[in-house]
């Protein structure tokens, strides 16, 4: 079987990547693989961008990893871009587009699969834009069904749309909106890019961080 998933991933790997099919395609097999492989606490920025291309809403234990720290940490967001170096990479780290493409790389080299997609600039922004129009009009649903949390049990991930990054190849603006029983606590957004953002009536507060992202939460003025 895995044999099987092996080969339908080399097959894919080795062609040049043209459509939003053959990456939906492709992510839905390896993270078939991880499954079988059993490797949940490995590669979970891969599986994280995995599931996003294949689901729309995540229940299960590593959902629930997600919705559980920030529900810790949630304090410190709405108050400010307040958290330590630790707690940041913790909770960051899984969504950073170069953790995607180095957890990729290391998954594929691990299995014998080639690595060009994620080694060559080229065809790794070509993957990321077709990628890219996957997710346009998806969000992400983190939710925990645990009872009792703290401030939220639940968190939607949306690419925030500006047109360009599909086309470039470059990975975009996302929207972080936190929920408890549906009811909006505050959102806050993540870039790789050192700009200011206002929303409307709302600013966006930022600081560069530790790993090249812009860390910042959503008030009304």
């Not at 891969?46 to 920030?70: D, G, M, P, T």
């Not at 299995?111 to 997710?135: E, G």
């Not at 998806?138 to 749309?161: A, Q």
């Amino acid at each position: 079987m895995e044999n099987d998933i092996i080969n339908k991933i080399r097959y894919e790997l080795d062609r040049p990547i043209q459509s939003e099919r053959q990456v939906v395609y492709l992510l839905a097999e390896v993270r078939k693989l991880l499954d079988h492989l059993c490797a949940t606490s490995q590669y979970r920025s891969l599986r994280l961008y995995c599931n996003w291309a294949v689901h729309i809403k995540l229940e299960r234990s590593f959902a629930l990893s997600i919705v559980e720290k920030v529900d810790q940490l949630y304090s410190k967001l709405m108050k400010g871009p307040r958290l330590s170096k630790e707690e940041h990479d913790e909770l960051f780290g899984i969504f950073a587009p170069d953790n995607f493409r180095q957890d990729f790389k290391s998954f594929l080299r691990e299995q014998s699969l080639p690595i060009s997609i994620c080694q060559n600039d080229k065809r790794w922004a070509m993957f990321l834009s077709y990628y890219l129009r996957v997710i346009q009009d998806c969000p992400l649903v983190c939710e925990s069904k645990k009872k009792n949390p703290k401030v939220l049990n639940k968190i939607v991930l949306t690419k925030h749309p500006d047109g360009q990054e599909a086309a470039k190849g470059i990975f975009p603006l996302i929207s972080w909106a936190f929920y408890l029983n549906d009811q909006d606590k505050g959102s806050f957004r993540l870039n790789r890019i050192p700009r200011a953002v206002q929303a409307g009536s709302r600013k966006l507060h930022i600081l560069q961080s530790s790993s090249g992202f812009l860390l910042g939460h959503r008030r009304d003025s």
